[in-house]
């Protein structure tokens, strides 16, 4: 009779060896729960002091940049950050709230932690692209129509707004329709779409109407602009007319697929 084989030797003998002993879990000492548990307590507590009540990591200045007309005083003084609190302690939400709520002339700001001692606010200012005149003083006004500060000083280089609109004909139907506001932003609408070179030659924005709007430029020259829809093929047209007759005086872009100009 043949031998057994190897294989049937090897289960003969793991069955006579028994199973497997089974490894028992130990639980962990109470002793060292307890150490452990105290450790990152003391860890914890040690963490909180160092950023709320140690004199390490408290607010010791405040860096201000982005201004052009607000001086870094004006913004400090807005932002009120509690020089001497802990760093971690300041809202900057709040800080960011304080300043767009009391200066106008602030578009956006970042306000920043800068480790260990610092705020940083980093801003910039609203630009104006029109202004209006009323009692001898000049409220400035950007490219979304926001009137953000009234100085006595007009700015240089920045045309002047004039609502030319009446009580009569299609200058009441405008007012009643699309009411001031309306109106001004649509003239903050095409001043922001000037050709450069225009924009700089630009004396005055005179809205008469929704679409009755009339630039003024330097040497008595006027642009017949219409509304503000189509700017950028209004510029491209006005562009070509100045070119072509540079000796005109009136040019009408008010339907920018047939410009025309006046006088040489």
Not at 32 to 48: D, M, R
Not at 100 to 109: E, H, I, P, Q, S
Not at 204 to 213: E, K, P, Y
């Amino acid at each position: 009779m043949a031998g057994s084989t190897t294989a049937e030797r090897g289960e003969r003998q793991q069955e006579s060896a028994g199973p497997p002993p089974v490894r028992r879990w130990r639980r962990p000492r109470l002793g060292v729960i307890i150490a452990s548990a105290v450790s990152l307590a003391l860890l914890g507590a040690g963490s909180v002091w160092v950023l709320y009540g140690s004199e390490w990591l408290r607010v010791r200045h405040v860096s201000v940049s982005g201004t052009r007309v607000l001086t870094p005083a004006e913004v400090r003084a807005a932002a009120a950050v509690p020089v001497g609190a802990p760093l971690v302690s300041v809202d900057t939400d709040a800080v960011q709230a304080r300043l767009r709520g009391k200066l106008r002339r602030v578009d956006t700001v970042e306000v920043a932690r800068s480790w260990p001692h610092g705020i940083t606010l980093k801003l910039t200012e609203r630009t104006p692209v029109l202004l209006a005149r009323e009692n001898g003083r000049f409220t400035e006004i950007d490219d979304e129509g926001v009137a953000f500060a009234t100085t006595g000083k007009a700015a240089r280089g920045v045309p002047m707004l004039e609502l030319d609109v009446s009580r009569k004909g299609s200058s009441a139907a405008s007012l009643r329709r699309f009411g001031a506001g309306r109106l001004v932003r649509e003239a903050v609408r095409v001043a922001g779409g000037l050709p450069a070179a225009v924009a700089r030659d630009t004396r005055t924005v005179r809205v008469g109407s929704f679409d009755g709007i009339t630039l003024e430029l330097g040497h008595g020259r006027t642009v017949e602009w219409g509304s503000g829809e189509q700017g950028r093929a209004k510029a491209r047209a006005l562009t070509a007319l100045m070119k072509a007759a540079p000796g005109a005086w009136h040019f009408d872009v008010s339907v920018p697929t047939a410009p025309a100009s006046a006088g040489s």
